[in-house]
């Protein structure tokens, strides 16, 4: 029964708005309805359409989230607001502190974008080329490097190997000791521009190209330009000061008999750690519509399919894309140890998913079009995934 009223109230949304579309002077006669009269009334079918599909997101995570185990905070946001918000499962299985939307997350390589956008604000100020390469920065480095630039960072196509290739997951590394494992190793796995590979150290180069730059440990740099500016205070760069990272979740992998604890917090920058909440992404997300850091010229590098991955999938500067016939998507994961993201987004829509787990929870592209398909039906045939 519930399933019906839900399609017939969509359907009937649907052929109501292609009515006004398509005749609005007609549509506003008819019934001698106002536009607000109007605007109400398809608030109110939104609503009821709205609602629906967000006790459909909650029934999905109460289904493959136990009370008692490690879980999620997913966010959807549809036109500047949180539709849905909610936290599954616990943060910390000791304490048994639930996951909440204010708690917070180890991003994993959602921190990505953080570094792309800070990239772009100083190349915006001229103080950086995006064909700048890396001898500039890093005069000692093997003469095969000498043409690798920041934008072959920014998309994977450097050829550098990625640092847990070097290293694993060994903590108290510094930037500097990827670098200098870097140059020990001396060799690329492919020429620079000759195709994308996904590279952590890229990203960690990056984080020390804006140390460099900008004369302020990366941290700050992020912490006076992106966060401050956009009110994220409960966003941090971990790093090797160690900074308190109050109300955060920890990481867990599932074993035979439960979960044990599968948490990094590892000093690197860059390509990881930020930890952040619900609630701050989504000033992020919606920064992302707005001028309030860098020109619409500038951001659009982010989203323009740079490199491509496969063939259906492209990648800008810390963001992937996929989708066809005119609605595309734009998204980044997560994953470190226990921490399993992602940031979903549909611009064109002004559409936004938002899943931070500490459960190794893999399906997250099929979460994302679960979801997707909830609030947004026939996008679905669009997109990739």
Not at 82 to 104: D, M, S, V, W
Not at 243 to 256: E, F, L, S, W
Not at 283 to 306: G, M, V
């Amino acid at each position: 029964m519930k399933k019906t009223v839900f399609i017939v109230l969509f359907f009937s949304f649907l052929f109501f708005k292609q009515f006004m579309e398509s005749s609005p002077d007609t549509a506003l006669r008819y019934g001698d309805l106002t536009d607000i009269e109007i605007s109400t009334r398809i608030d109110s079918i939104l609503n009821v359409f709205y609602k629906n599909a967000s006790s459909r997101v909650d029934s999905l995570f109460n289904k493959i989230i136990r009370r008692r185990s490690p879980g999620a905070a997913v966010a959807v946001i549809q036109n500047g607001t949180i539709i849905f918000k909610n936290g599954y499962g616990l943060a910390n299985l000791k304490t048994r502190e639930p996951i909440q939307p204010e708690t917070r997350f180890m991003l994993a390589s959602i921190s990505k974008q953080f570094t792309a956008m800070a990239i772009m604000i100083l190349a915006e100020e001229g103080k950086l080329s995006y064909e700048d390469t890396l001898p500039k920065y890093f005069p000692n480095i093997p003469t095969g490097w000498k043409n690798i630039t920041i934008e072959h960072l920014l998309t994977h196509t450097s050829g550098l190997p990625d640092r847990f290739f070097l290293i694993g997951y060994a903590e108290g590394y510094l930037n500097q000791d990827i670098l200098e494992r870097l140059i020990q190793h001396r060799l690329l796995d492919s020429m620079p521009g000759e195709k994308h590979k996904y590279s952590n150290s890229g990203f960690n180069l990056l984080a020390m190209i804006v140390e460099k730059v900008s004369g302020q440990p990366f941290s700050k740099f992020l912490k006076n330009r992106i966060f401050k500016p956009l009110e994220m205070y409960d966003t941090i760069v971990y790093d090797e000061t160690e900074p308190t990272v109050d109300n955060r979740a920890i990481a867990y992998k599932p074993v035979r008999r439960g979960y044990r604890p599968n948490d990094f917090l590892l000093y690197t920058t860059g390509a990881s750690g930020i930890f952040s909440n619900i609630e701050d992404l989504f000033k992020w997300d919606q920064c992302l519509y707005t001028e309030k850091l860098i020109s619409a010229e500038t951001l659009d590098r982010a989203f323009n399919p740079h490199a491509q991955v496969s063939e259906r999938e492209y990648y800008g500067y810390g963001w992937r894309m996929t989708g066809h016939e005119g609605t595309k998507a734009v998204y980044h994961t997560g994953t470190l140890g226990g921490i399993s993201n992602i940031i979903f987004r549909i611009p064109e829509e002004n559409f936004t998913i938002i899943i931070l787990s500490n459960a190794s929870i893999k399906p997250r592209k099929w979460l994302a079009r679960t979801i997707t398909e909830f609030y947004h039906p026939r996008l679905i045939d669009d997109l990739w995934f």
